[in-house]
């Protein structure tokens, strides 16, 4: 059973393409799909359409693969990154109890690689495709894709079939390693808050670089400029970086060091509140980010795909046009006929009838000739003849009936007409004759003049044909 595709994705932009190579339907059934939608924007006529014709496809669905795929290779290496963030947060955090954890080593991990990714992620949407290239060599999850499309599961794609272009796919790769980091930093602060609370850790800093105290806690002070006026005791302060700085010059930590040890764990808040913003916060921002880019670029994409421009086309134009401008005439068709013809349509009428039309016909015949009214009914054919009498008894004003000049007048009709001149709330009754929709609605002269003879039996002032 085939999922119901109602907005813009993966799936609809690849069962579309994979209908189009199969399927495009003619301009009649397009346009007549196209003004019986309530939303008249391309993109939503565009998926409804697909909707309606996905069953023509016989063969798997290429999205359910290619999303089957996608779906197992994410749910795989998304385990893996937060495994990874998890073990490395436990791994950093390791305290022996004879010297400080580092927090440098902790900081390039929670905050610098967050942002070094983001950066390179920045870049590779600034300078295009080729950005993107560069970016995606220098990320294990390219190199993974790599492994994986020779796994069982992944077999069965032919990936260069898939209608993604690069720019696409460069959407799709950002967006995958967006998620993946969240859930490697997710795996980082988890293992941060697990081990504070499990264990009694001191931190302290040490750098072979010549920082002063001074320097280093304002640089973070800086970094804590998102969170420094909600939770000041995350901001470290002069005397816990002056206290928690130490050297590996002897095999014993400093004195004073020792005597403050109580004090190294406050360190815990600033690294819970950096990882938090920089690798959580800031991804999920970037994230979305990289979302919408990526929902711009798909819907793009969709509009490109071959056939839809044609599609589009066909939906926005009438399927005939028979409309011209010009004065008024009447001409006759035959000698013995009496009854005059006029050319043009009145152009205001407070209802449409159509004899042994469908709804769907008369959609067409409305969107051809350009006579619109409130009140379009279908009228005779599967109708009983209580359904037919109802109508007539709410008609009143002008009324135009749209019969089949193939067809000759039967019986059924000259009755049905003549119980619509008897109501006198009726001003007018126009009857026209249309042909066939392959001939553009255009009636043969010979049928014409059939029904002209016919209705000549019928002496009233108020009934008029018109001939388009």
Same mark, same amino acid.
């Given at each position: 059973?085939?999922?119901?595709? +109602? ?43 697909? #909707? ?18 996608? *779906? ?58 080729? $950005? ?45 390693? #967006? ?7 997710? $795996? ?19 750098? *072979? ?40 010059? !002897? ?41 919408? !880019? ?15 421009? +044609? ?5 926005? +134009? ?19 006929? *009496? ?40 009228? $005779? !054919? ?14 009143? !004003? ?11 007048? *039967? ?23 249309? $042909? ?33």
């Amino acid at each position: 059973m085939q999922q119901k595709t +109602t907005q813009l994705s993966l799936k609809s932009y690849l069962d579309l393409h994979q209908l189009l190579t199969i399927y495009r339907g003619s301009h009649e059934e397009n346009r007549l799909f196209a003004i019986s939608q309530k939303n008249q924007k391309p993109l939503a006529i565009l998926l409804e359409w697909l #909707q309606k014709n996905l069953y023509r496809i016989t063969t798997p669905l290429e999205s359910n693969k290619y999303l089957h795929y996608l *779906t197992i290779f994410s749910s795989l290496f998304g385990f893996m990154a937060l495994f990874l963030g998890f073990s490395t947060g436990f791994a950093l955090l390791s305290y022996s109890g004879s010297k400080p954890v580092n927090v440098i080593y902790l900081l390039l991990v929670m905050i610098g690689l967050p942002l070094l990714s983001m950066t390179l992620s920045l870049l590779s949407i600034v300078f295009g495709n080729i $950005g993107a290239n560069i970016f995606a060599r220098l990320s294990p999850l390219y190199y993974l894709e790599k492994v994986v499309k020779f796994l069982p599961f992944a077999k069965n794609i032919e990936f260069s079939s898939l209608p993604f272009s690069l720019t696409l796919s460069k959407w799709i790769f950002l967006q995958r390693v #967006q998620i993946f980091s969240f859930l490697f930093s997710l $795996g980082l602060f988890f293992a941060l808050i697990l081990m504070i609370i499990s264990k009694d850790i001191a931190f302290g800093w040490s750098t *072979t670089l010549q920082v002063d105290d001074s320097s280093f806690q304002s640089l973070l002070a800086t970094l804590s400029f998102p969170w420094r006026e909600f939770v000041p005791s995350a901001v470290p302060s002069l005397d816990l970086v002056e206290v928690s700085h130490y050297f590996r010059l !002897g095999e014993h930590l400093d004195k004073n060091m020792i005597h403050n040890a109580d004090k190294l764990g406050a360190w815990w808040k600033f690294l819970a509140m950096a990882t938090f913003t920089y690798a959580l916060v800031f991804r999920l921002i970037f994230w979305v980010m990289t979302y919408y !880019g990526f929902k711009r670029e798909l819907k793009k994409e969709f509009f490109s795909l071959d056939g839809v421009s +044609t599609l589009i086309k066909e939906f926005k +134009t009438p399927f005939v046009s028979t409309k011209s401008h010009g004065t008024e005439k009447h001409l006759k068709i035959k000698e013995d006929s *009496t009854r005059e013809v006029d050319e043009y349509l009145n152009g205001e009428y407070q209802t449409i009838l159509g004899w042994n039309f469908s709804d769907e016909q008369l959609l067409l015949i409305k969107d051809s000739l350009g006579v619109n009214s409130k009140n379009i009914e279908s009228v $005779g !054919g599967k109708n009983s003849l209580l359904d037919d009498n109802k109508i007539i008894d709410r008609l009143k !004003g002008d009324v135009l009936v749209y019969v089949k000049a193939w067809e000759p007048p *039967t019986m059924d009709f000259m009755d049905f007409l003549e119980d619509i001149l008897d109501n006198s709330s009726i001003k007018r009754v126009d009857i026209v004759p249309l $042909g066939t929709v392959e001939n553009h609605y255009k009636n043969s002269k010979e049928d014409m003049a059939v029904w002209l003879r016919k209705l000549e039996s019928i002496d009233s002032d108020r009934l008029g044909v018109v001939d388009v």
